[in-house]
Nanobody
Framework: QVQLVESGGGLVQPGGSLRLSCTASVTSGIIFSITTMAWYRQAPGKQRELVASINSIATTNYGDSVKGRFTISRDNVKNTVYLQMNSLTPEDTAVYYC????????WGQGTQVTVSS
């Protein structure tokens, strides 16, 4: 099975930065380095949306609203994926979920990010 533990959320002022981390615990049969990792977010009253993803060869993909501001990266030694978020706006306020895809989708519990003055 897979367990994903997110950290790094919190309250930040507009224009500020946060870095989210997600560490995966995987059982045998799943090799973290060949999984696709992603961050999704869900704001109140809105559907969950893809923020960013990174595959096994480090190809990245970003949602249009975060391009140029967010950066996803991974450390396969630490089984961890990161999301560096810069130039945050109130519209980035949401619960951010870590996702691991290897034949199935696995989700973390989510971490709240609030951008407010």
């Amino acid at each position: 099975q897979v367990q994903l533990v997110e950290s790094g959320g919190g309250l930040v002022q507009p224009g500020g930065s946060l870095r989210l981390s997600c560490t995966a615990s995987v059982t045998s049969g799943i090799i973290f380095s060949i999984t696709t990792m992603a961050w999704y977010r869900q704001a109140p009253g809105k559907q969950r949306e893809l923020v960013a993803s990174i595959n096994s060869i480090a190809t990245t993909n970003y949602g249009d609203s975060v391009k140029g501001r967010f950066t996803i990266s991974r450390d396969n030694v630490k089984n961890t994926v990161y999301l560096q978020m810069n130039s945050l706006t109130p519209e980035d306020t949401a619960v951010y979920y870590c996702n691991l895809y290897w034949r199935l989708h696995y989700w973390g519990q989510g971490t709240q990010v609030t951008v407010s003055s």
